[in-house]
Nanobody, 115 residues
Framework: VQLQAFGGGVVQAGDSLRLSCAASGRTFSSHRMVWFRQAVGEEREFVAAINWDGSRTYYADYVKGRFTLSRDNAKNTVNLQMNSLKPEDTAVYYC?????????WGQGTQVTVSS
């Protein structure tokens, strides 16, 4: 069972990126999915979350209005659309889910935003 995050890259300020998190080995269609990020030398911080059916989303204030989280339960994926990227968005982004009293973390995908 694993979560695989991908879609990161190097972009300029103001650009967009779309991160995806694909689950394999089990379905997470009935679980909240969350994105965190961690910049070098910083604590891991919450970015966004989506409930099981995609009807509710939650965003950290510093990404609200720029990031949009969605999910496709048929494909067992969640997608984080990141627009108007800023240099302070530079971090490794991780997807996360908790299921069966276990924590599942994706391996992380690097996002670098240059000014």
């Amino acid at each position: 069972v694993q979560l695989q995050a991908f879609g990161g890259g190097v972009v300029q300020a103001g650009d967009s990126l779309r991160l995806s998190c694909a689950a394999s080995g089990r379905t997470f269609s009935s679980h909240r999915m969350v994105w965190f990020r961690q910049a070098v030398g910083e604590e891991r911080e919450f970015v966004a979350a989506i409930n099981w059916d995609g009807s509710r989303t939650y965003y950290a204030d510093y990404v609200k209005g720029r990031f949009t989280l969605s999910r496709d339960n048929a494909k067992n994926t969640v997608n984080l659309q990141m627009n108007s990227l800023k240099p302070e968005d530079t971090a490794v982004y991780y997807c996360y889910a908790r299921a069966d009293r276990r924590d599942y973390w994706g391996q992380g995908t690097q996002v670098t935003v240059s000014s």
